[in-house]
């Protein structure tokens, strides 16, 4: 006959003898990295009833062996406490190291933007959104409200020049995604700053489309010297240098950032 167990009922089995021992414990980082997420786990740890401090806080940078937190308390205590704090820690600081990453290689010449967040579950929005912002990056193209004219809007709409004239009463700032579905590149482009549009994104992935865009800004002088120019779509960390080194005001960056490896930490019971 089969016998089974519920994890619950073979924990407290395991630890019936110590139970009430209380027990001191630390969480190191085993790799380096930016934290991200501390005050999430704060707030859960506060739920269990145990002493704890951290040493280290969002923001701060680790590297290998660094204790993040002690703790002190029972075993049951102890194992839920390693549940919080890494699983509230592991993920957000893996992209918060990717984050910060990007950034550095940008050297200011232009804005990391990590957009993904979007397609990520609700439940998952805000840590990914708070992740990137204690790195110093951003998950909005400005800060200040702007509109955003995507593909679909503009396919709906009619083209470009129609969907930037459908919004000319208003006064925002306006953001274009550029594809080159109903014109080229170079004329999309041209269309976007003719009609209103004060960023285009050229949303390709494709190095020869922004270089035509930026062709176009250039050919047009003085009626594109404030229009600002982003690129985007399976863009690398790696590849941060060349395209800053280009000109770039905007680089967006999804996967590489929200996809980050986690940051491997763990608990060790100390004796």
Not at 80 to 85: D, L, Q, T
Not at 119 to 130: H, W
Not at 213 to 238: H, P, R, T, W, Y
Request: hydrophobic share 40%; proline share 1%; with cysteine.
């Amino acid at each position: 006959m089969e016998v089974f167990m519920r994890y619950e009922d073979i924990k407290n089995e395991m630890l019936k003898d110590i139970k009430n021992i209380k027990f001191k414990g630390v969480i190191k980082a085993d790799m380096s990295g930016i934290l991200a997420g501390v005050k999430n786990a704060k707030e859960e740890l506060n739920n269990l009833d145990l002493e704890y401090i951290f040493l280290k806080e969002d923001g701060n940078s680790v590297v290998i062996g660094d204790i993040i937190c002690k703790m002190e308390g029972l075993p049951d205590q102890l194992i839920k406490a390693e549940e919080i704090v890494i699983g509230k820690l592991a993920k957000t600081s893996g992209i918060a190291t990717a984050a910060r990453k990007a950034i550095d290689l940008g050297r200011g010449k232009c804005d990391v933007i990590a957009g993904a967040w979007k397609k990520m579950p609700k439940e998952l929005k805000g840590q990914i959104q708070e992740a990137v912002r204690i790195a110093g990056g951003r998950t909005r193209i400005i800060e200040d409200e702007f509109i955003y004219l995507g593909k679909n809007h503009v396919r709906m709409l009619g083209g470009i020049e129609k969907a930037l004239k459908a919004l000319e009463k208003i006064d925002l700032k306006k953001v274009i995604q550029i594809k080159g579905e109903t014109k080229s590149i170079y004329e999309e482009v041209k269309d976007a700053v003719k009609f209103g549009a004060d960023i285009v994104m050229i949303d390709t992935g494709k190095r020869e489309d922004l270089k035509e865009g930026q062709k176009c800004l250039k050919d047009l002088g003085s009626k594109s010297k404030n229009i600002k120019i982003g690129f985007a779509s399976e863009v690398k960390i790696k590849e941060v240098p060349k395209y800053t080194e280009e000109g770039v005001n905007y680089l967006c960056i999804g996967k590489d950032i929200i996809d980050a490896n986690l940051l491997d930490m763990k608990l060790d019971v100390i004796n």
